[in-house]
């Protein structure tokens, strides 16, 4: 189960100490327990899976630092409708790829994603776009040290895209943080 916003979810601010997320956690979850949801069983279990989920993601700090860098995570999307990759049947299957890479990340489906947008790249090795996005697949499948370097990749292409070094920089963090709690 993928929670796009734990925040939202628990309904605190991302400023939120541990203390104000437990909280929130116990009195969500008393809100939302089927037994106080009668007619609405499995609605309720649904949504206390989903508080279950956003309270752990929130309460690890190796966990709720994955959270907060994906919540910023854009894919690019190319420019233009048809025709971005120039001419030719590769370019069209790029193309193609690409577009169907997009549908999946925004479905949540990131091996999906991930698959379509490196065969982008087996098509088009020059795609800087495509790079960005296996980075930010990787990343949503916190596979931090593969989307550090691609991200790393792109940015030879895109040396000046703000957005990018922000996200390097995030990235970079939370692999110095797993880093300090992995036993000597």
């Given amino acids: 189960m993928a929670v796009k916003n734990a925040y939202e979810m628990l309904q605190v601010f991302p400023s939120a100490v541990a203390s104000e997320i437990k909280d929130a956690f116990r009195f ?3 809100r939302f327990h089927p037994d106080h949801n009668k007619g609405r069983e499995e609605w309720a279990v649904q949504r206390t899976m989903e508080l279950v989920e956003a309270y752990h993601i929130l309460s690890d700090p ?6 907060d860098v994906m919540r910023a995570v854009r894919i690019k999307e190319e420019k233009g409708k048809k025709g971005f ?5 590769k370019a069209k299957l790029a193309e193609e790829e690409f577009k169907r890479g997009i549908e999946a990340w925004k479905t949540d489906e990131y091996e999906q994603a991930l698959k379509r947008f490196a065969r982008v790249i087996e098509l088009e090795k020059d795609c800087a776009n495509a790079k960005f996005n296996l980075a930010a697949c990787f990343l949503a499948l916190e596979k931090v040290s593969e989307s550090l370097s691609w991200l790393q990749e792109y940015l030879t292409k895109a040396k000046d895209d703000v957005e990018a070094k922000s996200l390097l920089g995030k990235i970079t963090g939370l692999t110095h943080r797993r880093a300090a709690k992995q036993p000597g």
């Fill in 28 to 30: 969500l979850l008393f």
């Fill in 62 to 67: 190796a966990r709720r630092a994955h959270h």
């Fill in 85 to 89: 990759f120039g001419g030719g049947e």
